[in-house]
């Protein structure tokens, strides 16, 4: 199956690692491989090593680089990328790419019940194993279903809708996208449904859940710091606010040099920067870009580099 996806930031992402011919890099998000191309056309003798833990992606990028002997080809979620790496017996890289979020080819492949405007079985596993959205949606209380749409969408009405949830599959197990969209749908106010599609925030929270998203960028975040040469960088493409958050919080951290209190005339605690923040705020689509695809419209690029 072709893995089909509109790379965004696609040079500025690229640009940012810096990449030199002889390097070793990773993306971590290989996805339909349009970064990693871009990767690999800078180097020489340098190695690529693309990540994924889709099947669908893994078959893709497979068949675009087979031949290439600078391409390595890796099964698996980037939040484990430093025992992926280390098993393949790579201690330290120049540069991490991860572009955070689902896929053009996970939304519109209806199979794979990512969108709510597509009929289709109630699903949204990024590594097509473990727990279905389903799966949550039926079994989960509804105090923690309203903490998952409050917390992960920022949903208002996330109570509300839980609820609805729970009165729903009193009756009939909720199996399908359109059925959770529409439950969503009645159980938010009129003026509400006027704004976008009332599903959209609910879906992006079940979604993060079933997937373990924020969990997983915070130790892929750490995973590509500890494995970075000094001087290597690490560029993150992000599509909503809490992701953003988490990226930008990782990478002040990690900037961060001296906590004493002003008043010390001498440094007790030790901590010097890690890393150099090279985007002191986070590089947007063009407006070229956002014409050509509206889906980059929320993307923001942040980029740092190990001291």
């Given at each position: 199956?072709?893995?089909?996806?509109?790379?965004?930031?696609?040079?500025?992402?690229?640009?940012?690692l810096?990449?030199?011919?002889?390097?070793v890099y990773?993306?971590?998000?290989?996805?339909?491989?349009?970064?990693?191309?871009?990767?690999?056309?800078?180097?020489?003798?340098g190695?690529?090593?693309?990540?994924?833990?889709?099947p669908?992606?893994?078959?893709?990028?497979?068949?675009r680089?087979?031949?290439?002997?600078?391409?390595?080809?890796?099964q698996?979620?980037?939040g484990?990328?430093?025992?992926?790496l280390?098993d393949?017996?790579?201690?330290?890289?120049?540069g991490?790419?991860?572009?955070?979020?689902?896929?053009?080819?996970q939304?519109d492949?209806?199979?794979?019940?990512f969108?709510?405007?597509?009929?289709?079985?109630?699903?949204?596993r990024?590594?097509?194993?473990?727990?279905?959205?389903?799966?949550?949606?039926?079994?989960?209380?509804?105090?923690?279903?309203?903490?998952?749409?409050?917390?992960?969408?920022?949903?208002k009405?996330?109570?509300?809708?839980?609820?609805?949830?729970?009165?729903?599959?009193?009756?009939?197990p909720?199996?399908?996208?359109?059925?959770?969209?529409?439950?969503?749908k009645?159980?938010?106010?009129?003026?509400?449904?006027?704004d976008?599609?009332p599903?959209?925030?609910?879906?992006?929270?079940?979604?993060?859940?079933?997937?373990?998203?924020?969990?997983?960028?915070?130790?892929?975040?750490q995973d590509?710091f500890?494995?970075?040469?000094?001087?290597?960088?690490?560029?993150?493409?992000?599509f909503?606010?809490l992701?953003?958050?988490?990226?930008?919080?990782?990478?002040?951290?990690?900037?961060?040099?001296?906590?004493?209190?002003?008043?010390?005339?001498?440094?007790v605690?030790?901590?010097?920067?890690?890393?150099?923040?090279?985007?002191?705020?986070?590089?947007?689509?063009?407006?070229?870009?956002?014409e050509a695809?509206?889906?980059?419209?929320?993307a923001?690029?942040?980029?740092?580099?190990?001291?």
């Amino acid at each position: 199956m072709e893995f089909s996806h509109v790379t965004v930031l696609l040079r500025e992402a690229v640009d940012g690692l810096d990449i030199r011919p002889d390097g070793v890099y990773i993306d971590g998000t290989a996805g339909g491989g349009g970064h990693s191309a871009e990767i690999l056309s800078r180097l020489t003798t340098g190695s690529l090593y693309s990540i994924d833990q889709d099947p669908d992606a893994i078959a893709t990028v497979t068949e675009r680089f087979r031949g290439d002997s600078r391409s390595h080809i890796v099964q698996g979620n980037f939040g484990q990328m430093k025992r992926l790496l280390n098993d393949l017996g790579v201690p330290a890289v120049d540069g991490v790419l991860l572009d955070i979020g689902v896929s053009s080819h996970q939304l519109d492949e209806r199979s794979r019940g990512f969108s709510y405007h597509e009929d289709a079985p109630l699903d949204m596993r990024m590594s097509q194993s473990g727990e279905t959205a389903a799966d949550l949606v039926n079994t989960l209380s509804v105090g923690e279903l309203s903490r998952i749409i409050s917390l992960y969408g920022e949903e208002k009405y996330a109570f509300s809708i839980a609820k609805g949830i729970a009165r729903y599959r009193e009756e009939k197990p909720i199996e399908t996208t359109l059925e959770l969209a529409e439950i969503v749908k009645e159980n938010v106010p009129q003026r509400v449904r006027r704004d976008g599609h009332p599903a959209r925030k609910t879906f992006q929270a079940i979604r993060i859940a079933v997937n373990h998203e924020l969990d997983v960028l915070e130790t892929g975040l750490q995973d590509a710091f500890e494995l970075l040469n000094k001087g290597g960088r690490l560029s993150v493409i992000t599509f909503h606010s809490l992701e953003d958050r988490i990226v930008k919080q990782f990478m002040r951290d990690k900037a961060e040099g001296c906590t004493c209190p002003k008043d010390f005339p001498v440094c007790v605690c030790g901590k010097k920067p890690q890393v150099k923040i090279i985007t002191r705020k986070p590089i947007l689509p063009s407006e070229e870009e956002l014409e050509a695809n509206p889906r980059a419209r929320s993307a923001k690029l942040r980029i740092c580099e190990k001291l």
